[in-house]
Nanobody
């Protein structure tokens, strides 16, 4: 079965850290660009980060630059999102996807019929 499964979310205090994982099964993830997206309650889904399949070039939306790091471990067919110095506004459901559409230089959100379960990140004291 071809799928991506996100994990690693949780409840963390402001300033804390989490590492999200995006594990692929049924296909080889290293051949794909992988994007991370999040949706906060009551808000539209937004692009957070992307890692290129070729040279590993990374992209971060302005609000997470310097705090988040995206990486991949091809031996584990996994992409990670290390999130440090977390803020309450980082709260949301995080998803990964094998697509990194860009519009106007910004990471847009792919159009899918449905999204997986994702992983919940809650930053609160």
């Amino acid at each position: 079965q071809v799928q991506l499964v996100e994990s690693g979310g949780g409840l963390v205090q402001p300033g804390g850290s989490l590492r999200l994982s995006c594990v692929a099964s049924g296909f080889t993830l290293r051949y794909y660009n992988v994007g991370w997206f999040r949706q906060a309650p009551g808000k539209e889904r937004e692009g957070v980060s992307c890692i290129n399949s070729g040279d590993g070039t990374t992209y971060y939306t302005n609000s997470v630059k310097g705090r988040f790091t995206v990486s991949r471990d091809n031996s584990k067919n996994t992409v990670y999102l290390q999130m440090n110095s977390l803020k309450p506004e980082d709260t949301g459901v995080y998803h990964c996807a094998t697509d990194c559409p860009f519009a106007g230089g910004e990471l847009a959100v792919p159009i899918f019929d449905s999204w997986g379960q994702g992983t919940q990140v809650t930053v609160s004291s």
